[in-house]
């Protein structure tokens, strides 16, 4: 009662990366709040799915295992998450701003009336007084996301409705296990309970998938390009420089935008979040909704032309110039200390 949920997301057997991030966040505000931290899991062939979850605090995996729901549809799965919230009442919801996590989560919201937030990129543990009601509210979760398109950090609050819903972006929370041997148990639903018949209405005949030939969040370098690079030619520089470091190509929206980059390398609010080791921002002026992306990353590197570009706030390391005369000078100075 009263404990925190996370809803895990499987594929072929696989918890994703944005679901193991939830549960550290989650880990952490339960022992804030002095609750349980829960986790929920539906697909089929979850035999021992367990070893990949509990070893990150959680104290209860509700695990609902079947042949119909894999791969993931709306109603099934909606059934699970609505039944289930409305026997165990938990104050925190959490999921990824996945493509299933978006049709999940107002689905699930709507038929609980509990509002839900969506693309947060923090949580915290806050309290509220609204002055005009005269009323202080303990220990509600700050909701915390980038609105009016970046240009404010807002902090939503659900004082009155339970539960609490959010969905998070992958990639802007830590990953963390606590314990291979955590102590948690599992709890196996009968899915019959939660779920009628005619959920299953929908069956998916065929199914293709393509993975993703790009992988910039797991890079330990990215070399990103911003619309200061100039030219979709001159884009091509970064991508040398990626090559010699072992690194992936990032970009910036108004670089994507202008054609110089595809948009499956947009980092920032509107993209995806990294936290390489190195981070090599080049002609990028830094506006919030990119640092959104980045602003984690253990060292910053900023090649700009302007000195006194936004982004260099927050670089460990500033050259001030070209990117078409510094790039082919890192390389070659790369090169020569490699031999």
């Known amino acids: 009662m009263n404990n925190i949920f996370v809803y895990c997301e499987v594929e072929e057997g696989i918890v994703s990366e ?7 966040k989650g880990r952490s505000l339960a022992n804030q709040l002095g609750c349980q931290l829960e986790a929920v899991i ?3 062939g979850l035999t ?3 070893k990949q979850i509990l070893p990150f605090g ?8 079947d042949a119909r729901l894999e791969p993931y549809t709306t109603l099934p799965h909606s059934a699970i998450l ?3 919230f409305e026997e165990e009442k938990p104050q925190i919801a959490l999921m990824g701003a996945t493509p299933i996590g978006r049709d999940l989560g107002p689905r699930v919201s709507s038929a609980l009336h509990s509002g839900l937030t969506a693309d947060c990129t923090s949580l915290e543990i806050g309290d509220h007084e609204d002055k005009k009601a005269g009323v202080v509210y303990k220990d509600l979760l700050y909701q915390i996301r980038p609105a009016f398109g970046g240009n404010i950090i807002a902090t939503i609050i659900n004082p009155d409705c339970r539960p609490q819903m959010a969905t998070v972006r992958e990639g802007v929370m830590k990953k963390e296990a606590i314990n291979a041997n955590y102590p948690g148990k599992v709890n196996y639903l009968e899915v019959s309970k939660y779920v009628n018949d005619l959920d299953f209405v929908v069956q998916i005949i065929e199914r293709h998938t393509e993975k993703k030939k790009i992988n910039i969040k797991g890079a330990s370098i990215v070399v990103s390009g911003g619309y200061g690079v100039g030219s979709k030619e001159n884009f091509k520089l970064l991508h040398d420089l990626a090559a010699v470091l072992g690194a992936e190509v990032g970009a910036s929206r108004a670089a994507v935008d202008a054609g110089y980059a595809d948009h499956d390398r947009q980092i920032g609010q509107t993209g995806i979040t990294v ?4 981070y090599i921002a080049c002609g990028i002026s830094g506006q919030v909704q990119h640092r959104a992306g980045m602003e984690e990353s253990a060292q910053i590197i900023s090649i700009n032309s302007d000195p006194e570009a ?28 490699t031999k």
């Open 18 to 24: 944005v679901s193991l991030e939830l549960l550290t």
């Open 42 to 44: 539906a697909g089929s």
């Open 48 to 50: 021992g799915i367990e």
């Open 58 to 65: 959680v104290d209860v995996l509700h695990v609902a295992d």
């Open 82 to 84: 609505i039944k289930l």
């Open 275 to 278: 936290r390489p080791k190195l």
């Open 310 to 337: 936004p982004i260099n706030s927050i670089a460990d390391y500033v050259i001030t110039g070209d990117i078409s005369e510094v790039i082919p000078k890192m390389i070659k100075y790369y090169k020569s200390n």
